[in-house]
Structure formats: C-alpha cells, structure tokens
C-alpha cells in the first residue's frame, strides 16, 4: 500500500501565497506519475496540475502563470507553490498518485487525505 500525507494548506488573503507538500510513502516500486485535485463545495473534483516521472508537468488553464508543480523524487514529495490566489481557489487540495507497488503488480491509484485551502478576498 501507499499512503500521501499533504501538508501545507490553511487560510490567506487573495493575492497570497501557498505551498502544498505530499510525501509519500509505503511500499514504492515505480512512481508514475504525482499531481493535485481540488474540490470545491458542490462542484466536483477537479484536476489542478500534474507531473510525471521524466518531469513533464501539466496545469489546468485556470491555475497557468500562477501555480507551480515540482517534485522531489528522493523524497518522494511533491509540491504546489500557489501564487496570486484568488477566492476561487478555495476548495479542499487533495494529491495523487499513480504507482506501482511490486514487479508483479500494475499500476494503481492513490489518494491522501486532503488538505484545506481557503483564500480570502
């Protein structure tokens, strides 16, 4: 199993700035891919940013020029530095991962816990 523990989250004013960790952990044989989702209350769950195991990133349109994903490889961390936040960005920040755990095993998904982000205006 992998476990994702987010840190990182809490409450700012608009046009502040965040930065969100995961570390991963447990039994890791291959790290796919790691990213963010955030969801708001009554929207679903969204895709934010993504980066895959050459370092390839992706971000969804409404987060380009303002938030940066990165990963750590040796620790097995990724972040999402966040800046010039909005009100709009207020939703609950969960990360993601897709590994595998074993040579004999596919590719799965996890999650972690979430972590809150809430942007003042």
Do not use: H
């Not at 303002?66 to 207020?90: C, G, H, P, W």
């Amino acid at each position: 199993q992998v476990q994702l523990v987010e840190s990182g989250g809490g409450l700012v004013q608009a046009g502040g700035s965040l930065r969100l960790s995961c570390v991963a952990s447990g039994r890791i044989y291959r790290i796919n891919n790691m990213g963010w989702f955030r969801q708001a209350p009554g929207k679903e769950r969204e895709l934010v940013a993504t980066i895959s195991n050459d370092g390839r990133t992706e971000l969804v349109d409404s987060v380009k020029g303002r938030f940066t994903i990165s990963a750590d490889t040796t620790k097995k961390t990724v972040y999402l530095q966040m800046n010039s936040l909005k009100a709009e960005d207020t939703a609950v920040y969960y990360c993601n991962g897709d590994f595998r755990t074993s040579i004999y095993r596919l590719s799965a998904a996890y999650w972690g816990q979430g972590t809150q982000v809430t942007v003042s205006s």
